[in-house]
Each structure stands twice: as C-alpha cells, then as structure tokens.
C-alpha cells in the first residue's frame, strides 16, 4: 500500500508530529506493508531544511514542493500543477492531507488524478476557529471545509476530541489523537530544582500562542521567573523583565533540554488543533497552566494535571496552588499517566494504520 502525506504547515508541533510518523512508518516492520511519502513545504523560518532531510527522512520518501499558506491564487496553482505531478508519478492508495491548505490543494489535484483515491484530511486546528480573522472569513472557512468534503469526498481524521466533535458536523470523520514518543522525550526528563520558581512555553511567537498575554502574567509575577522557549515576530511585545527569550534551537533535543528546567508549563494560546508541546510538558511531569480553548482542554484535566483559566485573574490562586513543590509532583505524575493511557504516538500511530488498512 502506497500512503501519501501532504503538509504546508511543517512547523511547530505539527513537525513533531510528521517526525514521530516518519520514524513509525518508516520502521521496517511498517514499511513492508504501507510505503510512506510525505510531500512537505520547507518554507516555515523556524525550521532548518537540512533537520528536515534528517529527521524525516527515516524509511520514508520526502518531496519539497513550494505551498504558502496565504491565499495566492498564482502560487497556488502553481502548487496544485507541481502536486498533481508527483500525484501521478506515484499512484498512491491513500492521500493524508495535513492543515487546511494542504487539504484544499491536495482536493483539487486528486479531482485531476481522475482515479479515485482514499482521501483523509487532518485539520490540526481548523482555520475557522481562528480569533485573528474577521466574522466573514470564519464563515468562508468553515464553509470552504464543508463544501470541499461534499463535493471531493474524503473523510477528516481528528487529532483531539473536541475537533472530532467539529468534525462530525461537516461530514466524515474518525478520532486518532496527536501523541508522541514518550520514550524520546522521558530520556530528557530529570529531577531539577529552581532557585526561583520558573515557568514556561515551548512556541513560536505568534499571534495564535498570544504573548502579549504571556508578557501580562509576568508583569503580574515579577518574583517568578518566565521563559519562552523559541522565536517569532512578535518578539518585541515580550517586554517584561523577568522574561527570557532562549531563541531557535538548532536541533529539539536542545529545546527538550530546556523545557525539562522549567517548573510550570504554561499554554497561552488563542487557538489550537492539539498542543504537541503541551504533551511532552506533561510526559516530563509538568504541571500545565493552559487558556481554557479547544486543544488545551482536550489535554489538561482541571485541577488534576494542571488548571485551565479564562481570565488571566484566575492565575493568582492557581499559581499560588502550584508553588508547592509536592502539588507539582502530584500533577506531573497524572500529566505522564494521562499521555500514557491517551497521547502514546506508537498506540495512535498503530491506530492511524488500522484506519488505512480498513
């Protein structure tokens, strides 16, 4: 069986993801039965292209074709003609489109395929939930991911539960959870202790992941120190003085590194498909503080692995909670149980590849 995985957004958590896959699929256990190509656009700043040929490149055959994720009606035809092509020099059994612009682009050059193929498409956040867009666009989103499953066919793979429950409204659609490789990321998981209690996110800095808020919660704790595990564009708006801003690693073992010193994750975001970050926080036992949105929710379990807010006030007592060093440990311990019973990228992975053997 030939699968065919399609992504424009290989960054962030959704690189974790495509990492763990090739690293599954292209076991050679796997790879006798379902031979993986993934079809990636390299063009996301905080990834290094080399790190992509190496770290996906594990049994699995990779192809860059240029795709932006604005709309741009020349490039994206463009992007279209060249993905047809390697569409049908490849004849797969199975396309997996990944986020929202793959799913569009790769509809359409399957339609030209003119030979029916199964097709699964995996939002990772559906667009229309984004805060940063007007009333209308929301309504063209949502509208452009129901029309395109009407009339192109497919079924949609939910990776968390309330996405699932989105995706059940529009039309088609399984649930296999986002995981990852809990024994990857525990080989950086250690006991370490802060002189000053230290917490932080592993992100690019973006609008989405909303630094400006996580610059107000450092204003409100200047005897905690905060850090923000990466970079991005909006830098400038983190201004508080007990912020430390690391930078792009260049490699994830780094930023394991320096998400297993931190004492207390912290999950600002306006939007999320399933945090991937939020996950390997709590497979190091992590207590999590997460916006209370679609994604985080799916993850955190209130007052048991960590506190979901809504308002940045709630913090006060739920910081306060955590501050005691035996609730972390009590928290992170659930967090780990948690990944392990529902976020175990081998367990959904195995999942995923039932579906397609369906």
């Known amino acids: 069986m030939k699968v065919v995985h399609v992504i424009e957004a290989l960054g962030g958590g959704v690189y974790t993801y495509f990492k763990d896959l090739s690293t599954f699929f292209g076991d050679e256990q796997h790879n006798k039965s379902i031979q993986t190509t993934i079809i990636y656009s390299g063009n996301r700043k905080e990834i290094n292209p080399e790190n992509i040929k190496k770290d996906l490149s594990n049994g699995v055959k990779l192809i860059e074709i240029n795709m932006v994720r604005e709309f741009l009606p020349i490039q ?78 497919g079924a949609t793979v939910a990776c968390g539960d309330t996405e699932y429950a989105i995706a059940k409204t529009i039309g088609k659609s399984h649930l296999v959870r986002n995981g990852i490789d809990l024994k990857e990321v525990r080989k950086y998981s250690s006991k370490n202790k802060n002189d000053i209690l230290t917490i932080g996110i592993v992100a690019r800095i973006t609008y989405a992941r909303n630094p400006a808020l996580f610059n107000d919660i450092a204003l409100r704790n200047p005897s905690i120190n905060f850090v923000w595990i990466g970079d991005g564009e909006l830098q400038p708006l983190l201004t508080a003085a007990n912020i430390r801003i690391t930078g792009w690693f260049l490699n994830r073992e780094e930023a394991l590194t320096a998400l297993n010193a931190i004492d207390i994750y912290i999950q600002t975001s306006l939007w999320e498909g399933l945090p991937i970050a939020v996950l390997e926080a709590m497979a190091m036992q992590k207590p999590v503080l997460a916006t209370n949105i679609i994604g985080n929710k799916d993850v955190v379990i209130h007052n048991e692995t960590g506190f979901l807010f809504d308002d940045i006030t709630e913090l006060d007592t739920y910081i306060a909670i955590l501050k005691d060093e035996e609730v972390r440990n009590r928290f992170g311990k659930k967090g780990l149980e948690r990944c392990q019973h529902l976020f175990d990228s081998t367990k959904n992975f195995t999942q995923l590849m039932a579906l397609y053997e369906q």
């Open 76 to 153: 994206d035809l463009k992007s279209t003609f060249k993905l047809w092509k390697e569409l049908k020099k490849i004849n797969p059994d199975i396309i997996h489109l990944h986020s929202s612009k793959a799913g569009v682009l790769g509809r359409i050059a399957h339609f030209f395929l003119f030979k029916k193929k199964k097709i699964f498409y995996t939002p990772h956040g559906y667009s229309f939930l984004r805060t940063d867009i007007s009333a209308f666009n929301k309504k063209l989103y949502r509208l452009i991911e129901s029309s395109f499953q009407s009339v192109f066919g």
